[in-house]
């Protein structure tokens, strides 16, 4: 399980077509929550969606036992971007939690974190 303790990295973030988002993630949404964007980091996934970013946590070795977290977008204190540089290999989108602390996403030098940090901005500043 997730460390609470210790603020939350996704590191390399593949994106995947929200075709791909599991029943078991969609049967916890609420009625008005929709998927915005998914990826995937190892065995883990991450959903984005108007209302939270939830973190599907494969757990174990045969991976049956899952474990999700929920962060409402609600509770962004404030938010940062960092687009790869000349020889950057990654690029970042840093989220501030009120209570909890930062949780970061990186993702590879060709993923638009320009366009994915507007996205965000929408549904943090609504």
């Known amino acids: 399980m997730i460390d609470f303790s210790?603020?939350?990295k996704f590191i390399n973030?593949?994106?995947?077509?929200l075709t791909e988002v599991p029943q078991h993630v969609k049967e916890i949404l609420v009625d008005d929550e929709n998927a915005v964007s998914?990826?995937?980091c190892s065995r883990d996934r991450v959903l984005i969606t108007n209302k939270r970013?939830?973190?599907?946590n494969v757990v174990g070795i045969t991976g049956k036992k899952i474990g999700y977290i929920?962060?409402?977008f609600k509770n962004?204190?404030?938010?940062?971007?960092?687009?790869p540089g000349t020889f950057g290999l990654d690029c970042k989108?840093?989220?501030?939690?009120?209570?909890f602390g930062v949780v970061t996403f990186e993702f590879l030098a060709d993923f638009n974190i320009r366009t994915f940090n507007k996205?965000?901005?929408k549904y943090i500043l609504d």
Do not use: C, D
Request: aromatic share 14%; glycine share 2%; net charge positive.
């Open 38 to 40: 998914f990826f995937k």
């Open 53 to 56: 970013i939830i973190a599907i």
């Open 70 to 72: 929920s962060l409402p």
């Open 93 to 99: 989108l840093l989220l501030y939690f009120k209570g």
């Open 6 to 8: 210790e603020s939350l």
């Open 119 to 121: 996205v965000i901005a």
């Open 13 to 17: 973030l593949t994106p995947l077509n």
């Open 76 to 83: 962004v204190l404030s938010f940062s971007m960092v687009t």
